[in-house]
């Protein structure tokens, strides 16, 4: 009673804080590294990211780190993950992931995992020369986490993530550290009800530095005979991290012995934005050596109009080898009023 007593009085603040910076000002665009926010992984993506609660396996490091501590889909202990999607001009992230259990049967579990987004090659132009010099340049954001979860009791899951984050264009550059951390919860309400939760990136401010802020001048320019190539640094500012809070409900509508139709909802809090709601619903059949599931999702709920694209769909399935081994598909389609279609795509492995 008193485990559970702490679990509400955690949730309660939770709460507290989000309400707080919900009627607080508006600082949305106000942070650096937004592509922490995006999501990774196409079951999270068709479900409208309203994923917090339902993950597992390698793919869990990136919505709530205590999800690697549950049991995978196919029933194992370690699993790989590997995702594409196909953004707008030129713009392409990748994830992979790795997690395997620490001793048998402990309920521990440790994982590895890699965010990536590559902006591709630009032209370098100047004012002399604005259809381009012949060189190109790149961007690209970077996220390397680790992660250790375990199951505290039988229901109950908590994990942590320590991760470096890295910004780069040109030759200039940002890093810092952050941490994200999470819990799910099991009960024995209306067909298996699971809650969670989980903070991500939590750390430190990033400023950009590198050879484009140094340059040469002459801080007397009236006087002759100084120093007219005086060593000096633009000063770049600093910038808070998308610290985000999320809130999730996984209520099993129907659930059978190979048919189950789960019904999601997030809540969702970021020190750069409003509050905002998210759904999704998954209708999956399920058998020894098969399970299919097919998506739906509707994100943003609250932001209304700010935003480009509120539904989103997908499917995956599983197929476990008489080995052992399980792959496993995920797709999933998410379109954008203006910017057209994006397409995710993941393979998962689990032995």
């Given at each position: 009673m008193r485990f559970m007593n702490k679990i509400i009085i955690t949730l309660q603040i939770f709460v507290l804080l989000a309400a707080t910076q919900a009627y607080g000002q508006s600082r949305v665009g106000t942070s650096a590294a937004p592509f922490l926010t995006m999501g990774v992984g196409a079951k999270g993506a068709a479900l409208g990211h309203a994923n917090t609660v339902n993950v597992s396996g390698a793919e869990a490091m990136y919505w709530n780190p205590s999800g690697i501590a549950v049991q995978n889909e196919a029933g194992s202990s370690s699993s790989a993950f590997f995702s594409f999607n196909e953004l707008f001009v030129d713009v392409s992230a990748y994830g992979a992931a790795l997690v395997f259990p620490i001793g048998d049967n402990?309920?521990?579990?440790?994982?590895?995992?890699?965010?990536?987004?590559?902006?591709?090659?630009?032209?370098?132009?100047?004012?002399?020369?604005?259809?381009?010099?012949?060189?190109?340049?790149?961007?690209?954001?970077?996220?390397?986490?680790?992660?250790?979860?375990?199951?505290?009791?039988?229901?109950?899951?908590?994990?942590?993530?320590?991760?470096?984050?890295?910004?780069?264009?040109?030759?200039?550059?940002?890093?810092?550290?952050?941490?994200?951390?999470?819990?799910?919860?099991?009960?024995?309400?209306?067909?298996?009800?699971?809650?969670?939760?989980?903070?991500?990136?939590?750390?430190?401010?990033?400023?950009?530095?590198?050879?484009?802020?140094?340059?040469?001048?002459?801080?007397?320019?009236?006087?002759?005979?100084?120093?007219?190539?005086?060593?000096?640094?633009?000063?770049?500012?600093?910038?808070?991290?998308?610290?985000s809070f999320r809130f999730g409900l996984k209520i099993p509508a129907i659930k059978k012995d190979n048919l189950e139709l789960l019904l999601l909802t997030d809540a969702q809090q970021t020190n750069d934005n409003d509050l905002n709601l998210d759904s999704g619903t998954e209708l999956s059949y399920l058998s020894n050596t098969v399970k299919f599931h097919a998506r739906a999702g509707y994100k943003d709920l609250l932001l209304g109009d700010r935003v480009d694209s509120h539904f989103t769909f997908g499917a995956g399935f599983i197929l476990k080898t008489a080995t052992g081994l399980a792959i496993g598909v995920d797709f999933a389609q998410v379109p954008y009023e203006y910017l057209g279609q994006t397409t995710i795509i993941d393979l998962k492995l689990y032995f």
């Open positions: 402990t309920g521990k579990n440790f994982g590895f995992a890699v965010n990536y987004v590559d902006y591709g090659r630009m032209d370098v132009r100047t004012v002399e020369e604005q259809e381009g010099t012949g060189a190109t340049f790149g961007a690209h954001d970077l996220s390397i986490g680790l992660t250790y979860a375990q199951n505290l009791t039988e229901s109950f899951y908590f994990g942590g993530t320590a991760k470096l984050i890295q910004q780069k264009i040109y030759d200039m550059s940002a890093e810092t550290f952050a941490v994200d951390v999470g819990f799910l919860l099991e009960t024995e309400y209306l067909n298996g009800l699971t809650i969670g939760a989980s903070i991500s990136n939590f750390g430190g401010k990033m400023q950009m530095d590198g050879i484009n802020s140094q340059y040469f001048l002459d801080i007397d320019p009236v006087s002759e005979g100084n120093n007219e190539d005086v060593a000096a640094r633009v000063y770049m500012d600093k910038w808070d991290l998308p610290l």
